[in-house]
């Protein structure tokens, strides 16, 4: 016999979904669930919200949540949110984002005004369910200027902002049409929000590539790709350029002189390319000078290591979100390792028999605001550990139904959309 048909809506994305689990009773249609977001901090870490889930013997079982109503919390004035914690906010009360000043929005979960969130800050969606009515898609979210709280491939989540087209993104971003949202997105060129790849001249862009309109890009690779000018003279490749060769000193800026064999400009005892230079350094292509810290990987010189924000770090990972999307870190290596997990893969919402592995997974059918379906979706259990609850790129809701046939915590997220840079389901 089928679980009851239940509905949920993740907030901050156009899609409702609704519920059908493998057993269980009830008549279709008579529960509706709860589902109750534990977003990410600043840095990542899963924050506490006294809903975690337990172990007994082997099975998950979840925690009865602080609070149902603020009447529950001992604190005067304290609100109790959608993930039944206590908390005592001193921002405006609402129900709406209409309640609020400029830069602010409602937070459905803490029913209170925050302060939105500018491009690519990070972010985390909500997800509040009201039994009694029902769950309504929202309009509003965390990100300002009609921006989205969009997953990337790369890991996490970051705020995009709402456009018509390029030219009304910052230097480094295009303006695409991206899944779950109905405004053009500004999204970075680099494909992360961790790493613009923004530049003002050639000197800050790895090797092969050169500083485009503020944003580092390939450019030619050797003479062979650079055409004939207008004057038939044949241009060669020069740091990531096609430019015209030189015949004297006089046509290179001192202190560079033409090499004539070639017929490049080169400073006498400065370095071409980053391979020039000692390892956790890289060329800066307009100065000739070795530059500590790095560009890309390659800069590094050590499997070891790797290239964040200009730094060469150890490679390695101590939890999930550490990695990229779908997958998990790896204890005993320290490395990212693709989950092997069934989140979000296929299933036949309408059947009879076990879906996802079984109880206590759940097939769930996603719909847009509409009510139109995008295809149904597995829903599997929070693993018990403390932080890393869920592959990169899910978040551990509390997902519970009027009759308690559903009590349990689930790895969500928005099952018919992709995340920025990957294609996978």
């Known amino acids: ?224 790709e650079c055409p004939t000018d207008s004057t038939g003279t044949k241009l060669i490749c020069t740091k990531a350029r096609c430019v015209p060769p030189c015949a004297s000193n006089a046509e290179c800026t001192l202190p560079a002189e033409c090499d004539t064999a070639s017929g490049r400009c080169k400073v006498p005892g400065a370095c071409e390319k980053s391979a020039d230079c000692q390892p956790e350094s890289y060329c800066d292509k307009i100065t000739g000078d070795c530059i500590p810290g790095c560009l890309e990987d390659a800069n590094c010189q050590t499997a070891a290591k790797v290239c964040k924000n200009k730094q060469c770090v150890t490679k390695g990972c101590e939890h999930n979100y550490q990695c990229g999307f779908d997958k998990v870190c790896d204890q005993t290596s320290g490395q990212c390792v693709p989950s092997t997990r069934d989140d979000c893969s296929t299933c036949d919402a309408m059947s009879q028999s076990p879906q996802c592995g079984g109880d206590p997974a759940l097939c769930v059918t996603f719909q847009d605001e509409d009510m139109n379906p995008l295809g149904d979706f597995c829903l599997l259990t929070c693993e018990s550990d403390e932080i890393d609850k869920c592959p990169s790129g899910y978040q551990c809701d509390h997902i519970q139904s009027d009759d308690g046939s559903i009590d349990n915590f689930y790895c969500t997220r928005q099952c018919p959309d992709n995340p920025l840079g990957t294609s996978a389901p």
């Open 1 to 224: 016999m089928s679980r009851s048909l239940i509905a949920l809506t993740l907030l901050l994305a156009p899609a409702a979904v609704a519920a059908c689990g493998s057993d269980g009773g009830g008549a279709d249609g008579s529960d509706v669930i709860t589902g109750t977001d534990t977003p990410a901090t600043g840095d990542g870490v899963i924050s506490g919200d006294g809903t975690s889930d337990s172990t007994v013997d082997g099975e998950t079982t979840p925690v009865t949540p602080a609070c149902t109503e603020d009447s529950d919390c001992p604190e005067s004035g304290a609100t109790c949110t959608c993930r039944g914690e206590c908390v005592v906010l001193t921002t405006k009360a609402c129900e709406t984002t209409q309640n609020c000043g400029g830069q602010l929005w409602c937070n459905p979960c803490t029913r209170h005004c925050e302060q939105t969130l500018g491009l690519c800050e990070p972010c985390a969606s909500v997800t509040v369910c009201d039994p009694g009515s029902g769950c309504v898609t929202a309009s509003d979210g965390p990100c300002a200027e009609q921006g989205a709280c969009m997953p990337y491939e790369s890991g996490g989540s970051f705020c995009g902002l709402g456009c018509i087209s390029a030219a009304g993104c910052p230097v480094g971003y295009n303006c695409i049409a991206v899944a779950g949202s109905s405004e053009r997105q500004c999204v970075p060129k680099s494909g992360s929000c961790e790493d613009l790849g923004i530049c003002k001249n050639d000197g800050e862009c790895p090797d092969g590539q050169k500083c485009d309109l503020g944003a580092c890009a390939p450019g030619c690779a050797d003479d062979d």
